[in-house]
């Protein structure tokens, strides 16, 4: 059950990418494959705690709303649904936290609209440091801004929720860790970050789609880092 209002576009503060696939989609547990990264940062820098509560408002209050409009059974079901948090803790290897927190971001790549039928399929866009189209695979460990589209759900199976989905829209890399490339601390900022050398012109459209943003997106431009 998706919430039917339009989608929230924001950007996250500036974090680190952990497992990230953005040029190929993940297949592991989607035959279909699904674009994602976690998204690594510091819950007490005041914008991380901000936006943490920002969404723990978002999914309550759809909580309250659903809850609202329910009746019978479902609203049974709904009074014993857990409140999933909003982001995941990080571990180091020896199963310790380490004080920092995951945000998810994911996006399918093949979506079937439940109305329609019709298949659609999506792409995320990722950008250089000058807002140039990235072409590379990008590794866990870059630096990275990420635009995401908010959804609040309720999952209604035999182990009722309600959460929050991050769908993953755009990437801009600032600090890129990949092919060709390594982490390089001090040598990449915001402003004379890695540049994608260009075969075209420096403005090369995002990677095509044949959908539109996914249902409910205010369809703000993705790059506007």
């Given at each position: 059950?998706?919430?039917?209002?339009?989608?929230?576009r924001?950007r996250?503060?500036?974090?680190?990418?952990v497992?990230?696939?953005?040029?190929?989609?993940?297949?592991k547990?989607?035959?279909?494959?699904?674009?994602?990264t976690?998204?690594?940062l510091d819950?007490t820098?005041p914008a991380?705690?901000a936006?943490?509560?920002?969404?723990?408002?978002i999914?309550?209050?759809?909580?309250?709303?659903?809850m609202?409009?329910?009746?019978?059974a479902t609203?049974?079901k709904?009074?014993?649904?857990?409140?999933?948090?909003?982001?995941?803790?990080?571990?180091?290897d020896?199963?310790?936290?380490t004080?920092m927190?995951?945000?998810?971001?994911?996006?399918?790549a093949v979506?079937?609209?439940?109305?329609?039928?019709?298949?659609?399929?999506?792409?995320?866009?990722?950008?250089?440091a000058?807002?140039?189209v990235?072409?590379k695979?990008?590794?866990?460990?870059?630096?990275a801004?990420?635009?995401?589209?908010?959804?609040?759900?309720?999952?209604?199976t035999?182990d009722p929720?309600?959460l929050?989905?991050?769908?993953?829209?755009?990437v801009q890399?600032?600090?890129?860790?990949?092919?060709?490339?390594?982490?390089?601390?001090?040598?990449?900022d915001?402003?004379?970050?890695?540049?994608?050398?260009?075969?075209?012109a420096?403005d090369?459209p995002?990677?095509?789609?044949?959908?539109?943003?996914?249902?409910?997106s205010?369809?703000d431009s993705?790059?506007d880092?």
């Open positions: 059950m998706a919430n039917r209002q339009r989608l929230e924001i996250l503060p500036q974090g680190t990418l497992y990230p696939a953005l040029q190929t989609p993940d297949t547990f989607d035959s279909g494959g699904v674009y994602k976690d998204v690594k819950p820098d991380v705690a936006l943490i509560t920002k969404l723990e408002g999914r309550d209050t759809f909580r309250e709303e659903q609202a409009a329910a009746r019978g609203l049974a709904m009074k014993k649904a857990k409140v999933k948090p909003v982001v995941k803790p990080e571990y180091d020896d199963g310790e936290e004080g927190v995951l945000f998810h971001a994911k996006q399918k979506v079937t609209s439940t109305t329609t039928g019709r298949t659609h399929t999506f792409g995320v866009s990722v950008y250089d000058q807002k140039n990235l072409k695979d990008v590794w866990s460990g870059s630096v801004n990420v635009v995401v589209d908010i959804q609040p759900w309720a999952v209604m035999d929720a309600f929050i989905s991050l769908k993953l829209v755009a890399v600032i600090d890129f860790v990949g092919p060709g490339g390594s982490k390089g601390g001090d040598f990449f915001c402003e004379e970050g890695y540049v994608e050398p260009q075969e075209g420096a090369d995002a990677p095509a789609v044949d959908a539109p943003a996914p249902e409910g205010n369809g993705a790059r880092f």
